[in-house]
C-alpha cells in the first residue's frame, strides 16, 4: 500500500536536489529550453514556487511510502490554486524512483491524492503532463483524467542559408 507522509527537511533537500535537474531535462526533451540556459531556468522556477521550501503557503509536500516493503517509493507535490472560482489541488510534480516504477505506486499515490483533495475541501486535481511522456498520459487517462489544453509544436528546418 503506497501512503502520502509529509515530508520532512531532509527529504525536502533530497527531493530538490533531484527534482532540478530532472525538470530541466524534461523542458530541453519537450524542446521549450536550451541545454545551456535549462539547469538555471529549472532552479530558479524551482525557487520562484517554493521561496518558503517547505512552509510554502499552498504547497503540500509528501514522501511516497510503501507500507508493503516499508520503502521510500517516490514524492509528490501539490499546490492549491484557484481554477474557475474553486480551489483545486494543481499536481507540480510525481515522481517514483527507478526502482519502484510500473509496480503500481504512482496509481496509488494519485488515489490517495483524491482522499486528501476532498478532505480540504478541494473540488479537483489538475497537472501537466510532457507530450513526450506516453506512460504518464496513459496513467492519468486510466484514472479518469482529461485533457483540457493541448499545446502542439513541429519542428520546421533552417533553410536560410
Do not use: C
Amino acid at each position: 500500500m503506497t501512503i502520502l507522509v509529509p515530508m520532512s527537511q531532509e527529504e525536502f533537500i533530497a527531493f530538490a536536489a533531484e527534482a532540478v535537474p530532472a525538470y530541466a531535462a524534461d523542458k530541453v526533451a519537450a524542446g521549450q529550453w536550451h541545454q545551456a540556459e535549462a539547469l538555471d531556468l529549472a532552479r530558479k522556477s524551482f525557487e520562484k514556487l517554493l521561496p518558503q521550501g517547505l512552509q510554502t503557503v499552498n504547497h503540500h509536500l509528501f514522501t511516497l511510502y510503501d507500507r508493503t516493503n516499508q520503502a521510500d517509493v517516490g514524492v509528490l507535490w501539490i499546490e492549491v490554486q484557484k481554477r474557475a472560482g474553486k480551489q483545486v489541488a494543481f499536481v507540480n510534480d510525481i515522481s517514483i524512483k527507478p526502482e519502484f516504477q510500473r509496480k503500481g505506486h504512482a496509481k496509488r499515490a494519485l488515489t490517495a491524492l483524491e482522499s486528501l483533495a476532498g478532505s480540504l475541501g478541494l473540488s479537483g486535481i489538475s497537472l501537466h503532463v510532457f507530450g513526450h511522456n506516453k506512460s504518464a498520459q496513459a496513467l492519468y487517462d486510466s484514472l479518469g483524467y482529461r485533457p483540457t489544453n493541448v499545446l502542439m509544436f513541429k519542428p520546421i528546418e533552417d533553410t536560410s542559408a
